[in-house]
């Protein structure tokens, strides 16, 4: 092949989408390829190519930095070339709006495209190859669009059938294998999701520490100080541990979702409609573990019993230097009682009403002893923890326990089953279906009975001569969340502060009012 004397100067633009099938060609392939062929039509390539990694497509979300530098040069009139070379059109853009203007901004300069590999030089000044460009862009979003499609089928496909996907969750690690795809291109799959012993007890460790009753504030700080951290080497922050506690893949199970339209806003966003049984293990199915699979799914359950908890507090107390703020409330309007400076001449701390005033108190100390001591007594009381647990009855847990295994063996035998006839079929969806719905009830008993004591959490039950002493121990937190529980109208009684004029006297004893619940 002979090699034509240059004529025309020629500037690249290099994309790769993110892909780790081996089939996509790197920028740097692209940039020799371009090289080889540019050469031999004529053409030769200068300066820094233009080069962005990501879709080019309508679905992606990152910006692509280098393909808007290019059509800045184009309007500014500094690209520095007169052909624009890029190894095929869909490098450029598979939206047919992007593609279009990128058409128009060399059309407008003078600057002629080149497409490697059609070894074509396009003259924009002409309709045909103007039209020619413009078809091979809807083509490429229309198999743009058409993989999209494909791609969703896929993954819902997968998610049906409890296949893992997307990030591996931590305490786990994913196997890989190469296999050849519907085009017979050779790509990576997920293989198997197994338990990473060492990150898996620190799942468990998080489990166990928040059934205890530990924040996940003081998580954080434990495993920073231990050093644990994610695989970015990032320290675990409350909030991911948060998001963490909540992944139901540690019990083995995968969520199922939809994309849906908001008919508020119109954007379109994900929904949960399910679960099903991942393909697999719990995460503390490995050898070595502190507790088996079933242990670890119980004590799952009660963990989320307790995150789900309306009663819970996710920020209690905060940066609250008070115990009985927010929880004491106003007898006027009802809005909560805080503590205050600014109401007193000599900028002592007084109790007033925050939203409307309507109430002040300056005797603080007074009403500290009064609710310290009432909740003190009901704390040094064994009944009040029973009221508040689950107060339910070991055998019937263990019955309901029971039916649930004998209920999930029903229902796997009959998923496993091969009918013989339709008529067999059709009787094996309508037993599959009642024994999902029994499973999923009496799933939803287990929970309910084994649902945690939110006062054992806070403050455990221990002998009534250490009740105070183990109270000014409590963190102040924790006491805001005791007091929150325990002065509610279920309990002792909500307490509401008069105004001197509504009370028998300016007592403060008598100014407070106590509502409970009818």
Known sequence: MTTATATLIGREYLRVSIDTSGYERSNDDQHDENTYVTADNGITLVGQPYRDVGSASRFAL???????????????????????????????SRQPREWLDLIDACQARGVKIFITTHARLYDLDKWRDRHALQEESLKAAAASEETSERVTRTLASNARKGKPHGLIPYGFRRTYTKVRNSKGRLV?????????????????????????????????????????????????SAQSLSQMARKISYVGKRVITKTVQDPETGKRK????????????????????????????????????????????????????????????????????????????????????????????????????????HVLGWLARPDVYTRLGSGHDDAELRSVRAQLTAKRTALD??????????????RLARREERLETEVKELEEKEQSLTRPNPLEALFPQGPADTIAARWEATDIAAQRAVAALLLSPEVIGQVRLRRVADSPSDAVRDRIKWVTAA
């Open 62 to 92: 990152k910006e692509r930095d280098d393909f808007v530098r290019l059509m800045a040069d184009l309007e500014a009139n500094t690209f520095g070339a007169q052909v624009l070379v890029m190894w095929e059109n869909s490098r450029g």
């Open 188 to 236: 990576t799959r997920p293989e198997a999701q197994l338990p990473e012993p060492a990150d898996a007890l620190n799942v468990i460790d998080l489990f166990v520490k928040l059934r205890a009753g530990d924040s996940f504030q003081v998580i954080s700080d434990d495993w920073a100080a231990r050093g644990i951290v994610s695989r970015d080497g990032v320290p675990f």
């Open 270 to 373: 994900k929904i949960v409609t399910g679960e099903v049984d991942a393909a697999w293990p719990v995460v503390a199915d490995f050898d070595g573990s502190p507790m088996d699979a079933e242990e670890f799914v119980t004590l799952f359950t009660e963990v989320q019993a307790m995150l789900n908890d309306p009663q819970r507090r996710t920020n209690p107390g905060g940066g609250a230097k008070h115990i009985w703020t927010m929880t004491v409330r106003c007898d006027v309007c009802g809005g909560p009682i805080t503590v205050t400076a600014h109401l007193s001449a000599e900028g002592e701390q007084v109790y007033a009403c925050r939203d409307k005033g309507c109430v002040r108190l300056s005797e603080k100390a007074e009403l500290d002893r009064i609710l310290a001591r």
């Open 413 to 426: 035998e009959t998923r496993t089953a091969e009918p013989e006839s339709l008529a067999e079929e059709r």
